[in-house]
């Protein structure tokens, strides 16, 4: 499927960017008033199960245009934002996956840092 770009104008408290699976390319927003910082998030899924897909801060008066490389980054159950202080204006890129295509479940392994580091037989641990 193709790629879309979509619009978060300012005043924007919370959008659905996208129903189902697809990735995120892209994102290109500023803080819009010159004088306050801004926080917002963009989530997989709706509250209260909604995972956190990439938080972003702004600076007074910053921007920021992230390519989030080709494979982007993926998300299951919609794509959401949430700006939880202060006021910004952007555009994302996203790609919806095909409903036709069976699409494989991301993988997601989370171990301590200082287990992979001091485990023997891993390259630093030993």
């Known amino acids: 499927m193709g790629s ?3 619009s978060i104008p300012v005043g924007t408290a919370t959008a659905t960017i996208a129903s189902g699976s697809g990735r995120l390319l892209w994102h290109s927003f500023r803080e819009t008033t010159g004088a306050a910082s801004a926080e917002y998030h963009f989530y997989d899924g709706q509250a ?3 995972l956190i897909v990439l938080p972003i801060n702004l600076a007074a008066s910053e921007s920021t ?3 989030m490389g080709r494979h ?3 998300f299951m159950r919609g794509l959401y934002f949430i700006l939880d202080s202060g006021s910004v204006e952007g555009n994302v890129v996203i790609e919806l996956s095909d409903p ?4 494989p479940l991301p993988i997601v392994i989370v171990e301590s840092l200082a287990t992979i580091l001091t485990t023997p037989g891993n390259l630093i641990g030993g």
Request: a neutral charge; hydrophobic letters at 20%; proline letters at 12%.
């Open 65 to 67: 245009r992230d390519y």
């Open 72 to 74: 982007g980054v993926p």
């Open 48 to 50: 209260p199960d909604r």
């Open 4 to 6: 879309q770009n979509i």
């Open 100 to 103: 036709r295509v069976e699409q």
